[in-house]
């Protein structure tokens, strides 16, 4: 297919051929009329012509025809040029992409805003469109505090716009992003700090037992069985894992918790979990020994006085508490 050169007139460049966007290029073209004073309907049909590929040109003869190119007036073919190139739209499919639409995991507020303006452009709301479109911002952004934030909003205020919206979005974002920053740099130092604390907790361990005439370990087959992938416990192994399809909340990937995540940068992989109505931990009372069968529990005191709990962690970790260093209370 043959093509014209781009009309290119004060740092301008236009043209338009099939595969263009008819709307954009016109709207272009008159804009570019305004800044030339181009004001005669003669001057803006040459323009125009001038400003097609040589299959438009062909098209628009055959729009115009019986009519002439010459006898046709600017208007009417703009008119001709629009009706052809127009695409076929259902106004219910417009609306119903427009109601349907969430904002996805990557897009910033601003990028949420101007994709629903584009949806919402087919969807011919007339005056509603800047409520419409106020609304689903604020009903699709998805749950979490930027939401809460701005479902806070009055949507009778007159004076509550959409792009007041996106300013509280963005403002929220931006705190976020700070403070993934600072805990960053905290975590770090935090990490180091641990590492110190559970070295001496090592030591103190080795001396509690050698004090006992016993090696560090445990009796239990359960502690000398290897610990699951993907919790990190010794009460199974890694196939009968009940968490192996969830999603670390660390890397992201699934078939591990965070806690035994290989990608987390931490020596110790012990946590106090509370868990309401799971059994996360087995226990075994005899006499005056606490036998705890998982690697890591939440603890809670059910004594007072000066009696002592020495509770295993894992094979190298051995806290010794008394009752009033554990408390009594909510933990």
Known sequence: MNHRPRMSTSNVSMYFDESGDCDVFLSKLESYFVRENINTDAKKKATLITSISDGVYKLLRSLVAPETMDASSHTTLIRLLREHFA???ST???????YSAT?????????????????????LFGTE?????????????????IQDRLFEEDPTNEGLTLDR????????????VERRQRMS???????ADELQFLRRDQERNKRHFASKGAKPGHSNSRYRQKPCRSCG????????????????NFCKQKGHLATVCPKKSRTSRNKFLDEVGDEQAEVDVRGDDLDLTDSFFYAKTVSQGDARAE????DTFFCNFGAQELGSGNQ
């Open 129 to 145: 469109v800047k409520m419409l479109t106020r609304d689903l911002f604020a009903s699709g952004y998805g749950a979490g505090a």
């Open 311 to 314: 509770i295993e962690l894992a």
């Open 87 to 89: 695409p076929a739209t």
């Open 233 to 248: 416990r010794r009460n199974h192994s890694s196939d009968q894992c009940k968490y192996a399809d969830y999603s670390c």
């Open 103 to 123: 904002r996805q995991s990557n897009e910033t507020a601003k990028d949420w805003a101007v994709r629903l303006k584009s949806l919402a452009a087919d969807c």
């Open 185 to 191: 740099v905290g975590g770090a130092r935090n990490d």
């Open 165 to 176: 919206l996106v300013e509280l979005a963005c403002g929220r974002e931006a705190a976020n």
């Open 92 to 98: 219910f499919m417009a609306r119903h992409k427009f």
